[in-house]
Nanobody
Framework: QVQLVESGGGLVQAGGSLRLSCVAS????????MGWFRQTPGQEREFVAA????????YYADSVKNRFNISRDNARDTVDLQMNALKPEDTAVYYC????????????????WGQGTQVTVSS
């Protein structure tokens, strides 16, 4: 059974940076693409970024392109999200998950979410 633990969130001013980290356990981590999603109250979770199993290919939502960078360390079973030039609209709870793309949308490939980590960007 996969377990996902996200950390690194916090309160930051607009224009600042945060680095989120996710530790995955219980499965063959390096076999799967991993991704980050985010959710605000009353809204569906939305895709933020994804990275292939070996880490050579990454994808980003248009809203975060050129500001966020996703990376992974398969030796440590971790996937990170470096967030720069943060905006108030980036405020959300951020979740990591094994990810799969179907058509032009991204989905969590398992029926499980970690507790997430809160990111709050003040203006």
């Amino acid at each position: 059974q996969v377990q996902l633990v996200e950390s690194g969130g916090g309160l930051v001013q607009a224009g600042g940076s945060l680095r989120l980290s996710c530790v995955a356990s219980g499965d063959t981590f390096s076999s799967y693409a991993m991704g980050w999603f985010r959710q605000t109250p009353g809204q569906e979770r939305e895709f933020v970024a994804a990275i292939s199993g070996p880490g050579a290919i990454s994808y980003y939502a248009d809203s975060v392109k050129n500001r966020f960078n996703i990376s992974r360390d398969n030796a440590r079973d971790t996937v990170d999200l470096q967030m720069n030039a943060l905006k108030p609209e980036d405020t959300a709870v951020y979740y990591c998950a094994p990810i799969v793309r179907r058509g032009n949308k991204w989905y969590n490939r398992i029926d499980y979410w970690g507790q997430g980590t809160q990111v709050t960007v003040s203006s």
